[in-house]
């Protein structure tokens, strides 16, 4: 970072052979097929907690239950680990805790 706010760099063409191309993010990526009464454990939790991750903001991750959209605000993996949902917002309400939702 000091060689960056000094100049003291030379910029690198891209190598257009090793790029890489990404399609255009969309809302269907972010969907999640989880049952809310049994939340995923091991790698299949890892991949639905980097994906909440990777979708925080825009376009947020979502998971339908009794035929309502719920995103997914804040999650984690405990230390067994199983996903935690720790915050969501059900459709047509305010935030609010998964337990409080859940109970």
């Known amino acids: 970072m000091q060689e960056l706010t000094k100049n003291n760099v030379t910029a690198t063409p891209q190598n257009h052979d090793q790029a890489t191309f990404c399609t255009k993010i969309t809302k269907d ?4 097929t989880i049952d809310p009464t049994n939340l995923p454990t091991g790698n299949e939790a890892l ?14 991750t ?9 995103k997914v605000k804040e999650a984690e993996i405990d ?18 805790d998964w337990k409080q939702y859940f109970k």
């Open 29 to 32: 990526m972010s969907v999640l």
């Open 47 to 60: 991949e639905v907690y980097r994906k909440i991750c990777a979708f925080a903001g825009w376009p947020e």
């Open 62 to 70: 979502f998971f339908i239950h009794n035929g309502k959209r719920i």
């Open 79 to 96: 230390n067994k680990g199983t996903l935690k949902i720790t915050r969501i917002v059900p459709e047509g309400k305010s935030e609010m």
